[in-house]
């Protein structure tokens, strides 16, 4: 395959530390101690860890080379489905590391930091108007734990009323979390299965609506990459029988600046600051997950909560109604910075081109792909389209095997098999910070791979092969996996 990113190079191989280690070598030189030794009993401590010996250059040739096997959206374009895998602006991360910002601490008394409660009761404000709900919290720590505040304000909304209901209304183009999130909080999710145009048939959620169940749960647009264009007449209905409508908001970069999402009907909705507001995913580390809702609800968001009095901002503990603290002190503080930093740089013009530039890529490569792989619904998409290897399957090729092959040409693959609803599903989300020929490249790349599937299946079936680890059996590695190093 020509002019695939990816396809030359140095590729350095690279031991395990402990098969380079060699006795007597050291990385450092410690200082002598001037503090007398003191034994330990042996029971409290046990043997030390073997911790390999290497040199100063070794150590840092090992992870200088992990890097370069790292792959990143600061490598190449990185088309995660429901996930936004945007790019970064750095000056995010310039302005979050500013001393002023990270030596402050977080025990400080309110008159003390009003710099910090400042950018919080700022960030809350944008927030609310983006979305157009009318109070936040941004304790909650990730888009799950969003979530997690979201039901939790269910409950207390409904003990309010002296009601207690069991059931959550949940679609299957939700996000997976959303379940047990419900569940958590000791509803029964209720599935509902997406009706013949992708998207929710709203006789169906007249029919489940019922005097027992809390609300519904619904990812708008959804995990199908379609806007629930039925959103108002289903807040209607679950309105009627006293419910709440969650709105999940993790696919709000497609619909930012546009839809107000109060007039839509959603009581309550979190945002995914890493999807949306551009700061990093995380891998499993800070990330947060602000939660919105309508008036009526304010007064059960987390607390404290930060509010101005006129003269101070301040963190406000004494909220009686409130669901409790979701989080330590001000939440994820850093990452609050990158998005307030994000929204301040963009400007409502901005962030709703953003939007605009997200959804016209995700169709253009849409309208591109579709000879070439399945579309599971040909109707205009939102920010992301779902294909699927229906094509492919009479030469045996399935979209895992479209997946690993995409990794021997240099990028990251997209989501497979999500959603649930879609077999075969091949999840592409182009974000709005690729240009037009980094998509034309991809669109090219992807073409090619589906006429080798069928001029060449087995080449599919080996892929990846530019790797020291070759194609894995994922099946074993799940149920037996490695973990020794």
């Known amino acids: 395959m020509k002019n695939a990113p990816g396809k030359s190079g140095l590729i350095m191989d690279e031991p395990l530390l402990w098969e380079k280690g060699r006795k007597g070598r050291h990385g450092m030189s410690i200082p002598v101690s001037d503090v007398p030794e003191a034994s330990l009993a042996g029971d409290l401590c046990g043997d030390g860890p073997d911790f390999p010996d290497l040199s100063e250059v070794e150590v840092v040739r090992h992870y200088t080379r992990l890097s370069q096997w790292n792959f990143g959206v600061d490598t190449g374009m990185y088309p995660l489905g429901s996930c936004t895998m945007k790019y970064n602006p750095k000056i995010n991360e310039k302005h979050a590391a500013a001393e002023s910002f990270t030596s402050a601490h977080p025990m400080l ?217 979701m989080h330590c002190f001000h939440g994820n503080y850093g990452v609050l910075i990158k998005a307030f930093v994000y929204i301040l740089s963009m400007g409502a013009e901005y962030l709703k081109k953003a939007s605009q530039y997200a959804v016209l890529n995700a169709a253009y490569v849409k309208v591109k792909m579709k000879d070439h792989l399945h579309l599971a619904f040909d109707r205009p998409c939102m920010h992301e389209a779902v294909f699927s290897d229906k094509k492919q399957q009479e030469f045996k090729v399935s979209t895992l095997d479209l997946a690993k092959r995409l990794m021997d040409c240099g990028y990251h693959p997209p989501t497979i098999y999500f959603p649930l609803n879609v077999s075969g599903a091949i999840m592409i989300e182009p974000t709005e910070t690729e240009s037009l020929e980094e998509l034309d490249t991809f669109i090219d790349v992807l073409r090619q791979i589906t006429a080798e599937a069928e001029s060449d299946p087995e080449l599919l079936h080996s892929s990846p092969n530019r790797f020291r680890v070759k194609r894995l059996d994922e099946t074993q590695a799940a149920r037996n996996p490695c973990l020794c190093g």
Not at 152 to 174: C, N, V, W
Not at 183 to 208: F, H, M, Q, S, W
Not at 233 to 242: D, L, S
Request: aromatic share 6%.
């Open 109 to 325: 008394e309110d008159e003390y930091c009003q710099g910090t409660l400042r950018i919080i009761y700022e960030l809350q404000n944008y927030l609310s108007q983006i979305t157009g709900l009318d109070a936040v919290s941004v304790q909650p720590a990730a888009g799950a734990h969003g979530e997690l505040a979201g039901m939790l304000i269910f409950e207390a909304y409904h003990q309010s009323k002296g009601k207690k209901r069991t059931k959550i209304l949940m679609p299957d183009t939700a996000h997976g979390t959303n379940p047990a999130s419900a569940a958590l909080c000791g509803y029964k999710p209720v599935p509902i299965k997406t009706g013949e145009r992708g998207i929710l048939n709203v006789d169906e959620i007249r029919e489940l609506m019922d005097e027992e169940t809390a609300g519904i749960m619904i990812t708008n647009p959804n995990t199908l990459g379609l806007f629930e264009e039925n959103i108002r007449e289903i807040a209607e209905i679950v309105h009627e029988k006293g419910g709440l409508v969650y709105g999940d908001g993790a696919n709000m970069n497609a619909i930012m600046g546009i839809v107000n999402l109060k007039k839509c009907g959603v009581d309550v909705l979190h945002l995914n600051l890493h999807k949306t507001f551009s700061t990093p995913h995380g891998g499993g580390g800070p990330g947060a997950g602000p939660v919105c809702v309508v008036e009526e609800l304010e007064k059960f968001l987390p607390s404290p909560r930060v509010v101005f009095d006129g003269s101070m901002y301040l963190a406000e503990t004494d909220r009686p109604d409130s669901v409790g603290r």
